[in-house]
């Protein structure tokens, strides 16, 4: 069931929600968290698509902001919302709001937010592109109890990491690091079995690849061994490479969904590896709400190491 509305209002917007559950037949709420994605029209369907996907497994309040560019100073000057509630088979397993923000009140999203949060329910703020220097701080960020955004989505990856590391805050994470959780729990296990110390490192990976910078520290940080970063043809990351005093251990998927895991002494193994899908990524962000300490480990590097070990002293 969709419900549009033009030049309305919070309130309005609320009671067409409650309209919309009574009207299919399922007026209690059984949401357990807001997901609010501020995005642009280019990105809107990819990202609400991801989300409906994504609420299967974490039902939820979908709030997408779409701020409009003014093309005349009278839609400059002129506050308006409009909005598109979309409840039943047309939002998932949740409820869907589509903000269309116009004029001076683009400039308070927060305010239009804030009255549709569910209550006494966890706020997640996602931004597919264009995510502010400091997502902590960001009027709509401040609400959240995660802050997602996706070092994918900008121009200069490098550049906007060391920017994501001077602002860490509890609650922030980045997809390019989610999108390593297979790598990361490959990797583990392989220490695992191996049992043997790492003494060198190199992580292989298209130029510019956020998901390897990550690794590479997050490696430095945990083996306390330097890592050669090398560029490869990509896709995203290629292949890791730890060296011991047993042999090398290898991780590698050039492409594809398969990788292949060599250990010392063993004989190669294939492994599931696959480039995971966007509802996939946010999926899993959802199922945790707390600090993502390793993604601070990542973000710092060795210097994370260095803080944890003066905080002990």
Do not use: C, F
């Not at 802050?147 to 900008?154: G, K, P, Q």
């Not at 560029?231 to 998927?253: A, F, N, Q, Y």
Request: no cysteine; net charge negative.
């Amino acid at each position: 069931m969709k419900i549009d509305l033009t030049d309305t209002t919070a309130s309005k917007i609320n009671k067409a929600l409650v309209r919309g559950r009574r009207a299919i037949g399922t007026p209690a709420v059984g949401m357990v968290l807001t997901m609010v994605i501020v995005t642009d029209e280019e990105n809107a369907y990819d990202a609400l698509k991801a989300a409906e996907e994504a609420s299967h497994e974490h039902p939820s309040r979908t709030l997408v902001v779409i701020k409009r560019h003014a093309r005349t100073l009278r839609d400059r000057t002129a506050s308006r919302l409009d909005a598109e509630v979309r409840v039943g088979s047309e939002a998932g397993t949740g409820e869907t709001v589509i903000l269309r923000l116009y004029g001076e009140v683009t400039g308070h999203a927060d305010s239009v937010v804030l009255p549709l949060l569910l209550p006494d329910a966890p706020v997640v703020v996602w931004w597919p592109v264009d995510a502010p220097r400091n997502p902590a701080k960001d009027p709509l960020g401040a609400l959240a109890q995660r802050r997602i955004t996706d070092l994918y989505a900008v121009e200069s990856p490098m550049e906007v990491l060391r920017t994501r590391a001077d602002s860490y805050a509890p609650g922030d994470t980045d997809l390019a690091w989610t999108r390593l959780t297979l790598w990361r729990s490959m990797l583990a296990a392989a220490l695992d079995q191996a049992r043997t110390e790492v003494t060198s490192a190199a992580v292989e990976a298209e130029a510019d690849n956020p998901s390897a910078e990550l690794l590479a520290r997050w490696l430095e940080a945990r083996l306390k061994v330097d890592v050669n970063r090398v560029v490869s043809g990509g896709p995203v990351v290629t292949t890791v490479r730890l060296g011991t005093d047993k042999g090398e251990i290898v991780l590698d998927r050039p492409d594809g969904p398969l990788a292949t895991l060599t250990l010392p002494g063993q004989p190669p193994r294939s492994l599931a590896l696959k480039v995971r899908p966007l509802s996939e990524l946010i999926a899993e962000e959802l199922r945790r709400l707390d600090a993502d300490e390793m993604y601070e480990v990542a973000l710092r590097g060795a210097d994370a190491s260095t803080e944890e070990a003066s905080a002990r002293v």
